[in-house]
């Protein structure tokens, strides 16, 4: 079975830290995805990336940037955390474009 | 583009009862279909999906969906809900294939169980 491990799952930061949110897939696969959860908006884009050092900007990818080194670690950065960051992020990861994706159990994350 | 429209945002239902989540998508290309459900303080978890092959599609816990491609739909259904369906549900749909493609999710529609 294809686990995505996020590495918090509550994380409380403050106005203008870095924040690092860490993900990491034990099933080789090509595809990793950052997404966001707002009551009301559903789950919107982050950023994605479907190689090593490879990324692609998704829908809202103001505020934040992302690192892959290694095919199983995505992480997401928030460069100078702001409050309207808090929400929950949700990381995935597929096997190739299109398929289904699979996802952590989310970080809860609370910029005060 | 492709978008997806999940025509209700809440559905209460009594337990036992049936029920039916509407999902509508637009796509100018042939298409691959998700259903996600996302209990509360976890992620999402694939509940079916459509990628080729027969319209009517089985997934976990009983739920099944019919693609139907004229009305450019898949709605979701269980013939008899549990408490321990309440839920968010999530349609999502996706091009098939390439290495850059992003499944387009829906707003999700929360299904509430009554007793």
């Known amino acids: 079975d294809v686990k995505v491990t996020q590495s918090s799952r509550y994380l409380v930061k403050r106005t203008g830290e870095k924040v690092f949110l860490e993900c990491v897939q034990d099933?080789?696969?090509?595809?990793m995805f950052w997404y966001r959860q707002d009551p009301g908006l559903g789950l919107r884009l982050i950023y994605f990336s479907y190689d090593v050092k490879m990324k692609e900007k998704g829908d809202i990818p103001e505020g934040y940037s992302v690192s892959r080194e290694k095919k199983e670690r995505f992480s997401l950065i928030l460069e100078s955390a702001s409050t309207n960051q808090t929400s929950m992020y949700l990381c995935?990861?597929?096997?190739?474009?299109?398929?289904?994706?699979?996802f952590g159990d989310g970080t809860r994350l609370s910029i005060l | 583009a492709q978008s997806v429209t999940q025509l209700d945002s809440q559905v209460p239902v009594f337990e036992e009862a049936p029920v039916e989540l509407r999902c509508n998508y637009s796509?100018?290309?042939?298409?691959?279909l998700f259903w996600y459900v996302q209990y509360p303080n976890q992620g999402l978890q694939l509940l079916l999906k459509y990628l080729s092959g027969s319209t009517l599609v089985k997934g976990i816990n009983g739920f099944e969906a019919e693609f139907n491609k004229s009305q450019t739909s898949f709605h979701l259904r269980k013939p008899s809900v549990h408490i321990s369906d309440t839920a968010e549900y999530f349609c999502?749909?996706?091009?098939?294939?390439?290495?850059?493609?992003?499944?387009?999710f829906g707003k999700g529609t929360r299904l509430h169980i009554l007793p």
């Open positions: 099933m080789d696969h090509e595809n």
């Open positions: 796509s100018s290309v042939s298409v691959y």
């Open positions: 999502a749909v996706s091009p098939p294939g390439d290495r850059d493609d992003k499944i387009i």
């Open positions: 995935a990861s597929s096997l190739l474009g299109g398929q289904p994706q699979h």
